[in-house]
């Protein structure tokens, strides 16, 4: 004897699991009316799906922020999926939101991927929409941080930062949106070059330097400009030592091209700076304190933030697609 399944039933399932209509029709019939076992049928497809899909790519989706009301702690995640045809439906977008609720109350991925979601874990729930929708889900990312003052920004849904301030100073929601900004352009992975292991900052100077080398043998053939050749690449290698070498040099440039002594006090520092920049481009890339502003490019990151007076940034995290 066939039970009889209701629209009511079928609508009551597919708010439920976010399942297709059909899909939650069948489910139900196969389940003879019983929607707990509706349910758990309907995750069994997920997990199956999910299985076929586990060596899949995921590097589409929505990056997705949430701020407390007291702006003193927030999070970012990225709920990631296949296609950007998945990543633009709006029941995704949604359901990012939902998930993002759940993360604002947790300390570490683990205890966000462990947490209730609707009667079941935020793992499994990620398993039973996969089924739903066919692709790959995945959480890629989950940063949270905590500071006095807390915000963030979101670049189209696809990358956001968050970052804290020392202090709640006038003005720090303009801040940390400016500084939340320029961290997810820019993409820095570290607050300042004073955080870089000596051995990576070793590595990336002989790494940069071949490459540069290597490009000029190019530019050599086609008769260009070449680049220029660093002797570093981060402030950190920038002891007194190498500045006043750096500045002799400079000072016997100025002689060997005849310019007057009493003059090269005024050409010195442009030297000195234009060394700097040109010696500390693993700073520029990846320390934000030490990039350049993008909304001011004559300032550095740590110059702008001091126009807002006695604040720092504690701490900072960005999260993107792919």
Request: charged share 30%.
């Amino acid at each position: 004897m066939s039970v009889k399944i209701s629209a009511a039933d079928v609508k009551k399932l597919r708010e439920t699991t976010g399942a297709g209509m059909m899909d939650c029709k069948n489910a139900l019939v196969e389940a003879e009316g019983d929607f707990d076992k509706a349910i758990e049928i309907l995750r069994k497809k997920g997990q199956k799906i999910a299985a076929k899909r586990a060596d899949r790519e995921s590097t589409e989706g929505v990056a997705i922020t949430k701020i407390s009301d007291d702006n003193t702690y927030g999070v970012a995640i990225v709920l990631a999926c296949e296609t950007d045809f998945v990543a633009k439906n709006d029941s995704f977008k949604q359901l990012a939101a939902e998930f993002v609720d759940v993360a604002f109350n947790c300390k570490t991925k683990e205890e966000f991927l462990a947490a209730d979601f609707g009667g079941v874990a935020v793992s499994e729930k990620l398993i039973e929409q996969t089924g739903v929708i066919g692709e790959k889900i995945d959480i890629t990312s989950f940063e949270r941080i905590e500071a006095p003052y807390v915000g963030a920004y979101t670049h189209v849904g696809k990358i956001a930062a968050i970052v804290g301030l020392s202090a709640a100073v006038d003005k720090a929601d303009v801040l940390t949106k400016d500084l939340a900004m320029q961290a997810a352009s820019m993409g820095a992975t570290t607050l300042s070059y004073k955080d870089f292991d000596p051995a990576y900052v070793a590595a990336e100077t002989e790494a940069r330097i071949a490459a540069i080398v290597k490009d000029n043998e190019e530019l050599v053939r086609l008769g260009k400009t070449l680049k220029n050749v660093p002797q570093f690449v981060s402030r950190l290698q920038l002891t007194d030592e190498a500045l006043a070498t750096a500045e002799q040099e400079a000072k016997d440039q100025l002689k060997a091209e005849g310019k007057p002594e009493q003059i090269w006090d005024k050409i010195l520092p442009g030297k000195i700076e234009r060394f700097i920049s040109d010696n500390t481009t693993l700073d520029q890339e990846q320390a934000l304190l030490d990039q350049k502003f993008i909304k001011d490019e004559k300032k550095t990151v740590a110059e702008y933030i001091k126009t807002y007076g006695d604040v720092e940034v504690k701490t900072f995290a960005r999260v993107t697609l792919g």
